[in-house]
């Protein structure tokens, strides 16, 4: 395991209520990403950081914002959640900080969020 | 049309067969990954290469630059084995993912 975790793992919530998933690394890697995975469409990126305060939207970024104070945590929030962003979130690190890029990435658990 | 396509979308086989799942591309690559995602959700990453052919243990993956196409074989396959696999190109900068292949494997 390359040390990522997820909270909450799962989590229920009502349309239009704010949500915040965390991602926490102990790796010291420089990239981080966040993923939704939903059936038919395979993993889709969110948004990605390459460093802190530093990231970019993904493919599927409205509806999304992201913040990275420091090199362990990476936050996904929901500012108003939809139906629509009921989902599998999968966060993921890659490149170690002072090694060689990579393009190779390790993956958290997932949290399974649903939006009634 | 997909940038990266995979095929077959879902495949059932008896353990001991040999397997091969195919990913297509249109786009120019510099890597291409094999993934694994087990059926409790986790992501392992199993190959990353840009040409030719590598092995671990029973999972063989190939690419065929020219082509555009790589393929993932599992020899003597398992019920262990039963998962989602997952392709994804490296373009642009950018990692490009195919939708996954379900394989089941039946004892």
């Known amino acids: 395991d390359a040390g990522i975790t997820q909270s909450p793992r799962h989590k229920v919530t009502e349309t239009g209520t704010p949500v915040t998933l965390r991602c926490h690394q102990t790796e010291n890697h420089r990239y981080m990403y966040w993923y939704r995975q939903d059936p038919g469409h395979g993993l889709r990126l969110i948004h990605y950081s390459y460093g802190v305060k530093d990231t970019d939207k993904g493919e599927v970024s409205d509806g999304y914002s992201v913040s990275r104070s420091k090199t362990e945590d990476f936050l996904l929030t929901l500012e108003s959640a939809t139906s629509s962003q009921t989902s599998v979130y999968f966060c993921?690190?890659?490149?170690?900080?002072?090694?060689?890029?990579?393009?190779?990435?390790?993956f958290g658990p997932g949290t399974r969020l649903t939006v009634l | 049309k997909n940038e990266v396509e995979q095929s077959p979308q879902n495949l059932t086989a008896q353990e001991g067969e040999f397997i091969t799942i195919n990913c297509s591309y249109s786009v120019g690559i510099s890597a291409l990954h094999w993934l694994q995602q087990h059926p409790g959700g986790g992501i392992v990453s199993l190959f990353m290469?840009?040409?030719?052919?590598k092995k671990h243990g029973r999972l063989i993956a190939t690419i065929n630059i020219q082509e555009k196409h790589s393929s993932l074989h599992i020899t003597a396959s398992h019920p262990r084995d039963s998962a989602v696999y997952i392709c994804a190109v490296r373009s642009n900068y950018q990692l490009i993912w195919g939708a996954g292949t379900k394989l089941i494997i039946k004892p």
């Open positions: 290469l840009s040409s030719g052919k």
């Open positions: 993921a690190i890659s490149g170690l900080a002072g090694g060689p890029r990579t393009d190779t990435q390790y």
